[in-house]
């Protein structure tokens, strides 16, 4: 029986303009360029522009992955949009972002998913099920994120790690065919036990942090070490996961795209799946930790110059609060 999958037919992505450096963080906290750069693998990262909005850097990130399809943007039927810092509590980013590229007119779903920073796994997943239903054959799936707004500058612990940025793919429905190009599964988790370890301190119904003056609803707060290597084992386990459902070797694969978190994180996954770091896509010397935004990000800049061939098998993945992880095996 034929079967119907999604492939990628475009990819984009934006950073905002202004770099927060290592350099500049040393004279906001207690930190170094050195310790940064040593146990992270970061050099700088992003903030958005005041008035600088998620759906703003979405909306590039999408013309971007739209002209890169060569499609009419009207013709998508769905955007999912991974988020975990979107522009109001409601409407979703997703509606904002239809309005923004004009194409709300055909009516057609726009909704938000999150699930910190494996919100791009979790829209890509979603996106997948949609297309293989019949639900939807155009689908604009994007990864978005403003981190520097849920960030307690004073807290050297995360303050360091995150930035912001936007990274968006087009997926066309497409008849299955061996060998053809197309995402050929997902997998996602969720483990609700760990809330404690990685999450905002405050939000719309548990309110604003206890003590707490400042404004807002809540800063990151996360516990690094215990979030680190609880990444490092979901991650072993959904990569072998990934690789024993389509029953291939780890030698199979050509790149690695993984959640830019840490450098540390990111080399312990290709030491398990015996990968060279120059088959995995590192961006996050140049934009940190962008949550959600952070797969498609690396994924763009792969394709873009050229790493990314035809044929090749792509191995994408993510990790973050909830826990939440997932991974998407993809053949370019
Ligand atoms: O994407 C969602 C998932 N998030 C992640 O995957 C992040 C996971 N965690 C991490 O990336 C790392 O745990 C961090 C980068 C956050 C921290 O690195 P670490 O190697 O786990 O450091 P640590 O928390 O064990 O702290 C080691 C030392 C401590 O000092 P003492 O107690 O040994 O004297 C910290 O106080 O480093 C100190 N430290 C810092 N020093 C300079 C912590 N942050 C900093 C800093 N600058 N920014």
């Not at 003590?211 to 800063?219: K, S």
């Not at 070490?225 to 050509?254: C, H, P, S, Y």
């Amino acid at each position: 029986m034929s079967q119907i999958i999604p492939k990628i037919i475009g990819t984009g992505s934006y950073l905002p303009e202004k770099r927060l450096t290592n350099i500049d963080l040393a004279k906001m906290v207690d930190t170094s360029d050195e310790w940064i750069f040593t146990r992270t693998g970061i050099q700088e990262r992003r903030i958005a522009a005041e008035g600088e909005l998620t759906s703003d850097l979405a909306t590039i990130a999408a013309k971007r992955a739209i002209e890169a399809a060569d499609i009419d943007p009207a013709t998508i039927d769905l955007i999912v949009l991974g988020t975990c810092s979107g522009d109001f509590t409601f409407p979703a980013t997703a509606t904002i972002v239809q309005d923004k590229l004009g194409i709300s007119a055909t009516k057609f779903p726009a909704f938000d998913v999150t699930a910190a920073c494996s919100g791009f796994m979790f829209a890509l997943s979603t996106a997948d099920a949609y297309i293989r239903a019949g639900m939807a054959s155009r689908v604009l799936v994007i990864g978005a994120e403003t981190m520097s707004r849920i960030m307690d500058w004073t807290d050297r612990g995360t303050c360091i790690l995150f930035g912001d940025g936007a990274g968006a793919i087009i997926l066309e429905a497409t008849q299955k065919e061996e060998n053809c190009s197309g995402v050929i599964s997902t997998h996602i988790h969720s483990e609700g036990s760990y809330l404690k370890l990685l999450q905002t301190s405050g939000g719309i119904s548990a309110g604003p942090p206890e003590g707490d003056n400042r404004p807002g609803l809540g800063f990151l707060t996360m516990q690094g070490n215990e979030v680190f290597k609880q990444a490092v084992k979901a991650l072993g386990q959904i990569v072998d996961e990934t690789l024993e459902a389509n029953n291939l070797k780890r030698e199979q694969l050509d790149w690695l795209v993984p959640h830019q978190a840490n450098i540390r994180i990111i080399k312990s996954t290709a030491k398990r799946l015996k990968m060279n770091l120059d088959r995995v896509v590192l961006t996050i010397e140049k934009h940190g930790n962008t949550s959600a935004a952070s797969v498609p990000i690396a994924l763009d800049t792969a394709v873009r110059d050229g790493r990314i061939q035809p044929g090749q098998l792509i191995l994408l993945e993510a990790f973050g609060g909830g826990f939440t992880w997932g991974s998407a095996l993809i053949r370019w």
